[in-house]
């Protein structure tokens, strides 16, 4: 059985969000903006299908899924570019491929002592997020 990552999460640590957003050549009043907000995690899992929110008060972002079938994403309001995403299960981390023009670029979701961890990677830089449940 794969971990259950659902529930509601709120940011606790962000290590070179800058760098992943400069990475993806968001803009600079976007990343000061987004690096100035706490961001919070809205998980659905059933089965195989997952809806993930990412919100502030600034924006929110959202992508639904099921693991093992690629989409079309669309980025829109972080860098608005198009990717083909995959989402698989690799042991007890949820790991997604986002294949377009940026050169390595994916994330990874994981659990560790109560903690949801997320990494995103672009290009060279990876920027590593830690949640905490929100009750
Ligand atoms: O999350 O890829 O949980 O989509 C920077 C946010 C990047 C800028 C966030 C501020 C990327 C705007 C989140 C706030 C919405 C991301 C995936 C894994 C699911």
Known sequence: ??????????????????????ALNIDFATRKIA???????????DGD????KTCSTFRNYEISFTVGVE?????????????KSLIKWEGDELVCTQTGQKANRGWKHWLQSEKLYLELTCED?????????KE
């Open 71 to 83: 989409f079309d994403e669309h980025t829109v309001g972080l860098d608005n570019r198009h990717v």
């Open 49 to 52: 299908k997952f809806t993930i």
């Open 35 to 45: 690096l100035a907000l706490s961001q919070t995690k809205l998980i659905t899992q």
């Open 125 to 133: 830089v990876v920027c590593l997020q830690v949640f905490k449940r």
């Open 1 to 22: 059985m794969p971990p259950d990552i659902s529930g509601k999460w709120i940011l606790e640590t962000n290590d070179r969000l800058e760098d992943y957003m400069k």
